[in-house]
């Protein structure tokens, strides 16, 4: 049976059947059951009446007492109206701790004095200012989540919201920080040697040096597991040879986290420094996406790497995924904050912009796209910072991330772009800044895993069988979610 309405006790099935919900003392326990007898159907009246007094501020009827039988649960209506905020509509702000929202705080007034007055011509002139990555180490925002080594140890969830704001600014000011925090740091702390965390890590958290992440090639974007850079051993040290490509902050990186193949095909992390004989970075120009982040390749010809830069912790796929799934964590994120400025960016130029004699926001249609965009947006926070609690916890699946990631970005590039068409033909000017969110958002559903292979990852563990290649392969444990795209 399919129950309608909502009673203070009773409600009122399809079937028209009067149906009770008790509140049973030794299992302390909601029950909802039809009612089958006289008695029943008198106290469904009797909780019709409380109720009508609870929402009309008539002072309510006792507690019935049914001789034994399970009694009403009763609730307290509100002292008075919840006012809806429709840029918070459902209250994340109140599900956050007292730390997490003063960083939230403290992140938002950087981003919009420091980050938002460069972002134009920043853009305009595919500009990366390395100061920025200093001005993020001074205030804690790199490798955040991090414990010890001059880290602050945020939580997840402040990781989150730390995202979510660079990004309301740019998203490729977020890459630029994630690439730091979840692809380098978080390498060399999972899975480095205790010499190689105190070397680099608090350099990197403060800002003084970057760092950037190779694992896409050239020939090998989605199937990483093919790849073609080889590390051979030779004496004490690794001779690696290859190239990158699509490696955000390599042309200034002074630290570089490659992965490559030793010679028995097993893949292993290495951590490179900028001026290795036969180590080069060059810059990728001419970006539509993502331009107020620097971009390139990563060049290894007989580059020489001691045995101590070898990532002793790790072998295997396992490594870099691991370090996938902390940014896409961190893009689920992000992305909404790109959203959320597009949707409050068009919604003000609704309120303000006539149209035959109206505000635009007046019209049906504008504010039907603007439900969708507050709905979607919503859900999306409620859905990453459930993922952020389970991540702290230590509950979190990786298919949760590639859940969240693939939403995220979804409905972020979808709210840009009607955003963009609520400004009609403002909407492509740099000024307005949503164009720039559309186009980068374009990179941003691309890299660290695409949308069909997070569709794949999540088909996958919803049915037992992968689809990643057309012939499957015999060994589950070949079976590896690929990785996509630039980082």
């Not at 088909?459 to 499957?472: D, M, Y």
Request: overall charge positive; proline content about 5%.
């Amino acid at each position: 049976m399919t129950w309608t309405g909502v009673g203070v006790g009773g409600v009122r099935s399809r079937a028209g059947r009067n149906v009770i919900l008790m509140f049973t003392n030794s299992r302390s326990r909601f029950v909802f059951r039809p009612s089958q007898n006289r008695h029943e159907d008198e106290m469904f009246k009797v909780l019709r009446v409380a109720q009508f007094q609870r929402l009309n501020h008539v002072t309510p009827l006792k507690r019935p007492s049914l001789n034994g039988r399970p009694q009403m649960r009763t609730f307290a209506a509100p002292a008075e109206k919840v006012k809806y905020n429709w840029a918070d509509p459902l209250n994340l702000h109140s599900q956050l701790t007292e730390e997490e929202q003063m960083i939230q705080e403290q992140v938002h007034s950087y981003c919009q004095e420091h980050l938002m007055p460069r972002i134009i011509e920043a853009n305009r002139h595919e500009q990366f200012d390395r100061e920025i990555i200093t001005e993020m180490g001074q205030r804690g925002l790199l490798g955040a989540t991090i414990k010890g080594y001059d880290c602050p140890g945020v939580s997840s969830v402040s990781y989150g919201l730390i995202a979510r704001e660079v990004e309301r600014v740019d998203s490729g000011y977020r890459s630029a920080m994630s690439v730091q925090s979840s692809l380098v740091m978080h390498p060399i702390y999972a899975y480095g040697s205790e010499e190689q965390k105190q070397k680099y890590l608090p350099r990197l958290a403060a800002g003084q040096i970057v760092g950037c992440f190779g694992l896409t090639e050239p020939n090998q974007g989605s199937d990483p597991g093919n790849m073609q850079t080889r590390a051979r051993k030779v004496g004490e040290n690794y001779i690696l040879n290859g190239s990158k490509t699509w490696i955000t902050n390599s042309p200034i990186a002074d630290v570089f986290i490659i992965w490559a193949k030793d010679e028995t095909g097993e893949i292993r992390g290495f951590i490179l420094e900028k001026g290795m004989k036969g180590l080069s970075a060059p810059k990728i120009e001419g970006k539509f996406s993502l331009r107020a982040s620097i971009t390139g390749m990563i060049m290894m010809d007989d580059v020489e790497v001691p045995a101590a830069n070898l990532l002793p912790n790790v072998k295997g796929l396992k490594g870099p995924f691991g370090c996938l799934n902390n940014a896409r964590y961190g893009i689920a994120w992000g992305t909404l904050g790109a959203a959320e400025f597009c949707f409050h960016a068009a919604r003000q130029y609704a309120l303000d912009r006539q149209q035959f004699g109206a505000p635009l926001a007046s019209y049906q249609l504008i504010q039907k796209d603007f439900a969708d965009m507050s709905t979607d947006i919503a859900l999306g926070l409620q859905a990453c910072l459930r993922v952020g609690r389970l991540k702290d916890e230590g509950l979190l699946a990786p298919e949760m991330v590639s859940m969240i990631k693939r939403n995220s970005c979804d409905k972020a590039i979808a709210i840009a772009r009607q955003s963009r068409d609520i400004l009609g033909g403002n909407g492509i000017s740099d000024e307005y800044h949503i164009i720039r969110h559309v186009m980068n958002l374009e990179a941003v559903i691309t890299y660290e895993g695409t949308r069909s292979i997070h569709s794949l990852i999540l088909g996958r563990a919803i049915t037992g069988l992968q689809a990643f290649t057309a012939s499957p392969p015999t060994k589950k444990s070949e079976a590896v979610p690929p990785k996509t795209g630039q980082i």
